[in-house]
């Protein structure tokens, strides 16, 4: 009997084990805590962490500015060529997709946060013999209630084509590129492909950059990867002619002032140059950014790919601050019976202010309508002693309710006849 009840609770636990494992991690996320600051009455929450969390909606708030923005992705390797003295530079990588829009919000709703996680890099050709780059990794999406913004697509390493290829197609870039996992390839002198860009809620991306080659299996040296397509344009195709070492920018990215500056964010990364001595990419630099794929090398090490710049979302609405209360001349003190009026000054948008006395409502002056961020209660204290004055907010338009810090006065007698 008691080895079936141990069963009985073995089986149990079991159970509960099954169902909470079966609960998404975004449905157990914890709650978010973005970095808040306040530009011109605005509330902007800006989100980076990446693990996921949940964000409760303020109440009275009914509508945002959002931007939403996929993380970037990693640039491939750079090759190494110590025998033709020809090695290609990585591919840039992709930059991830924004979405920059005003949204309809429903207050007190809670609702998941993603912010994406940049790719990395990919490892560099090894410094023995003749070897391609490797292939960054693709960068994380981020979501925010419908809004999905894919991250960019990784560069491809430098000399991803086959030694033996033949001149038909060792410059087809439409032909397999195979780069998963962490194969290495021979190189023939060629430059990485440009990864391309994410997608915002499914729409078309922008493609990445194709690195010069030639068909001739003699050319000296190596060629720049491509650049990583942005989040708003392609990138350039590598030179035909001249100079073939450098690599053109990446796509460009998109502008947005909703964090009180102007910064642009997910741009192509840049292509890794090719026939050099080596030399790492740059990492992403703002949210959303690819990175740079790593430099060829023929003497020396080859170059790491750059790793993505993670994705960022950033929610920007009216919002009441705060409010202060002042008595004429800042006094803390006041005559019992006596009109003395309070001030409240209020920091953020226009709203209905309530004052209280000991915590209850000072006759008349319940949701006293503000003006120029000021409202009025004209108070004639109803004790004597110490009195607590607070004052709550609710906007007229959006954002947060809020409570005054408590203001301490005294009240005394009055001299003389009334």
Known sequence: MMLRRNSTKWALGALLVSILSGIPTSAQAAYCSPIISYVGGYTIETFTATAGCTW?????????????????????????????????????????AVIAHTISLTPNTSTNIVVGSGGTGGAAGYSSGSWGGVAGTTGGQSVFLSDTSTGGFPGLGGGNWDLISNASTRCNTSRTFF?????????????????????????????????????????AVGSAGGSGGGSSASALDGRTSGDTLTAQPGGAGTPSNISGNLITY????????????????????????????????????????????????????????????????????????????????????????????????????KRVVSSNLVATCNWKPQYRGTITITASINPSTMGYPVTSNARIVTISNRTGKR
């Open 266 to 365: 997910a741009v192509g990364g840049v292509g890794g140059n090719g026939g050099a001595a080596g030399g790492d990419g740059a990492n992403g630099s703002t949210p959303g950014t690819g990175g740079s794929g790593g430099a060829g090398a023929i003497t020396g090490t080859a170059g790491v790919g750059g790793a993505g710049a993670d994705g960022i979302i950033v929610i920007k609405f009216q919002a009441q601050t705060n409010v202060a209360l002042s008595l004429p001349g800042n006094s803390t003190t006041a005559i019992y019976r006596a009109l003395t009026p309070i001030t409240a000054t209020l920091l953020g948008s226009n709203g209905y202010v309530t004052f209280y006395a000991n915590k209850v409502i000072i006759p008349g002056c």
């Open 56 to 96: 409760t909606t303020p109440l009275n708030v009914y509508s945002a500015d959002v931007l939403v923005v996929g993380a970037g992705a990693g640039g491939g390797g750079g090759a190494f060529d110590n025998q033709y003295a020809k090695s290609g530079g990585g591919g840039g990588g992709g930059a991830g």
């Open 179 to 219: 780069w998963g996992g962490y194969n290495i390839y021979y190189i023939d002198g060629v430059g990485g492909l440009g990864g391309y860009s994410g997608s915002a809620n499914g729409a078309a991306v922008k493609a990445g950059g194709k690195a010069y080659c030639s068909t001739s299996i003699s050319v």
